[in-house]
């Protein structure tokens, strides 16, 4: 079996979290990755933290990664250019490497010219800044991560997590990827995007949450589910649900049931030989073509080539 050489690249004022998670998260899938971490220069790195970090490798070892990882950085470093030093560490990366960024380290790319006229994201906080110095960048802040081939960009902190996950889900198939993240005592897969996270009110003292009906309906995705139908099970005024399932979910009921018949419904051809048709009935899309039509819409390929690319993995 050989192992994906995965290289993370270090900069000044590296957050150290976000630093830790590919290692932490790509060394629990059974030795499928090999994960180092390097510098632009081979020497300790100053994090946005009290201490600094001792590296094992230089800017040379990510001329032989087969995924490139960039740790984002404190705020207060991002410009709309790169460095000189991380400019020349970049050239080192093959043609068609993988490269993902978690959070800030989406600022790296784009100042390198990397993303222009590719969707991305980055943390929600500083969206707009983003979008200010680049704008040949069709950045999406309501997501978790964007893949992108070959480049991936992710949100804030813990989306490094979900980006990872996505990678092993991506290269083994999703037993893995759940395996990986029952290890790591996270959740395999977050529904939402990062609107749920983003500063808003306060829902009113006592408010009851959506969360039961949304436990209800991940049931019955099979059933042609309707506002009246979940509201109705929470006891709200479809109004009401609307707006609070919006304030904690970030995505209006519609479009989370969407995404949730996606992911059943990759799942299924992932792990399943049923057909896009019976696929389609399971997960409540009326048909075979709905069924394309939304995958596609998602991540950009048909029922049929996703499940080539992963029953190969399987």
């Known amino acids: 079996m050989r192992r994906e050489r995965v290289v993370v690249l270090a900069l000044d004022g590296v957050y150290p979290f976000e630093l830790g998670i590919p290692s932490r998260i790509l060394g629990a899938a ?58 020349a560490a970049l050239a080192l990366i093959r043609p068609g490497t993988r490269i993902v960024s978690i959070c800030t380290g989406a600022f790296v790319l784009a100042a390198a010219g ?76 977050r529904d939402g995007g990062q609107a749920q996270y983003i500063e808003q009110p306060v829902p009113e003292q006592g408010a009851a949450s959506t969360a039961a009906t949304r436990a209800w309906a991940l049931e019955r995705l099979g059933e042609p589910l309707t506002l009246a139908d979940l509201s109705g099970h929470a006891r709200m005024s479809q109004r009401t649900f609307a707006r609070r399932f919006h304030d904690e979910v970030g995505l209006s009921p519609g479009r ?30 009326a048909t075979g073509a709905s069924l394309r039509q939304h995958l596609n819409a998602a991540i950009g390929v048909s029922p049929q080539a996703y499940r080539r690319t992963f029953q190969t993995a399987r």
């Not at 995924?67 to 709309?80: C, K, M, N, Q, S």
């Not at 707009?128 to 992108?148: A, G, K, N, T």
């Open 30 to 87: 059974d030795g499928r990755y090999e994960v180092l971490t390097c510098s632009v220069d081979g020497r300790p790195v100053r994090t946005n933290a009290d201490f600094g970090v001792t590296v094992e490798h230089g800017p040379e070892s990510l001329a032989t990664a087969d995924t490139v990882v960039i740790a984002p950085v404190a705020p207060d470093r991002l410009t709309g250019e790169v460095p000189g030093d991380v400019l």
């Open 114 to 189: 990397l993303l222009d006229g590719r969707r991305a994201t980055t943390h929600w906080q500083v969206a707009d800044r983003f979008r200010r110095m680049f704008p040949r960048v069709d950045l999406d802040p309501d997501v978790l991560f964007v893949d992108d081939h070959p480049f991936l960009t992710s949100a804030g902190a813990a989306s490094g997590v979900d980006i990872c996950l996505h990678l092993v889900r991506k290269d083994h198939g999703s037993r893995l990827a759940n395996s990986v993240a029952r290890r790591c005592v996270v959740p395999p897969f």
């Open 256 to 285: 989370w049931l969407i995404q949730q018949r996606v992911v059943r419904a990759r799942h299924l051809l992932e792990s399943s030989d049923l057909t896009v048709d019976q696929i389609a009935g399971r997960v409540g899309f």
